[in-house]
């Protein structure tokens, strides 16, 4: 009867968390070491070196990732309550990688706490506290990093959704307006073309930066909608006109010999992941282009943007 007992008591319990939209497999979870300071060599500088360094953070974002997406919601805060007690990622930068990549990290943790549902975050509150002091950091060290803010150009627009997304989050309505500035800044470059000067400038990798650039903005554009912010209006629908630039060269990448003659070198991921920003696109704009484009690459995983987009943002297409 005992033992028939304990076992009620744990499915009760199991049922009650999944009520929270927690799933119980999470509460197991192996919290990895933290990672007190991000200092990576440049992405192009020493490419070995720079993947080196990365991977115990890369892991554990996978790792959150992957959680958040099976709904194991007591893993997700039981992973970011360990690294936000260790006060991670805010150690010491010597050069200029890590920057970036704490501001792409702490985006990310912040587009995964966005999708916890109401009732686990009530449950949760005392972990949240600790939480959420912690990516605010985050956000005031990208909002405050010159060797982000004097590039003005798609780094500027990640860090851009890095303090709206924050700022979203923590209501914390001072990042909000730092992260609309820097996403306004890139809808203000976008030219008629749907064109970006600076990443032109970028050679034979044009045409993934103004794919990558693309990315922060749309993102920033649909959390600027929770604030009565339309940013997809400004510049005369400019974030439109670089979509549907990026739209094209996917159907057609010789197309994109429109803004630049050179020939365009991409990555293997510009074309796949980073198509990511087309879910929410077209959840709020119903391009017809966008199903067929969609449908091969699905379910779009971005480690920058809270793992599985497509799960986060998509809707169905017509049939």
Not at 189 to 216: M, S, V
Request: glycine share 8%.
């Amino acid at each position: 009867m005992h033992n028939r007992f304990i076992r009620m008591l744990g499915a009760v319990s199991a049922a009650m968390l999944m009520g929270l939209g927690i799933n119980h497999a999470g509460a197991a979870c192996t919290v990895p070491a933290p990672v007190k300071s991000i200092d990576p060599a440049g992405f192009y500088d020493d490419p070995a070196a720079y993947a080196q360094a990365v991977k115990p953070m890369r892991d554990y974002i996978y790792q959150l990732n992957k959680a958040a997406e099976s709904n194991q919601w007591t893993c997700v805060l039981a992973l970011l309550e360990g690294w936000a007690r260790a006060d991670s990622l805010m150690g010491p930068i010597s050069g200029y990688q890590g920057y970036y990549e704490r501001s792409w990290a702490g985006t990310d943790f912040a587009l995964v706490l966005l999708r916890l549902p109401r009732e686990a975050s009530e449950a949760n509150a005392d972990q949240l506290r600790v939480i959420m002091p912690w990516l605010t950091r985050i956000a005031i060290a990208t909002r405050d990093a010159d060797a982000i803010n004097h590039l003005h150009n798609n780094l500027v627009y990640w860090a851009g959704l890095n303090l709206v997304a924050i700022g979203t989050l923590a209501q914390q309505q001072g990042l909000i307006d730092a992260g609309l500035a820097r996403a306004r800044e890139g809808i203000h470059d976008i030219g008629p073309h749907g064109e970006l000067e600076r990443e032109i400038k970028r050679g034979d990798r044009a045409l993934h930066y103004h794919t990558f650039a693309l990315i922060p903005l749309v993102f920033t554009a649909e959390l600027a909608e929770r604030q009565g912010v339309n940013l997809y209006q400004e510049n005369h629908g400019a974030i439109g006109r670089l979509a549907n630039l990026v739209i094209k060269a996917v159907q057609d990448p010789d197309s994109f010999a429109e803004i630049t003659p050179v020939k365009q070198n991409l990555f293997p991921w510009t074309f796949q992941d980073e198509l990511s920003w087309m879910e929410p696109y077209y959840a709020r704009t119903r391009d017809p282009r966008l199903p067929a484009l969609i449908a091969p690459r699905s379910p779009f995983r971005e480690w920058r943007l809270g793992g599985n987009v497509t799960i986060a943002w998509a809707v169905a297409p017509p049939h």
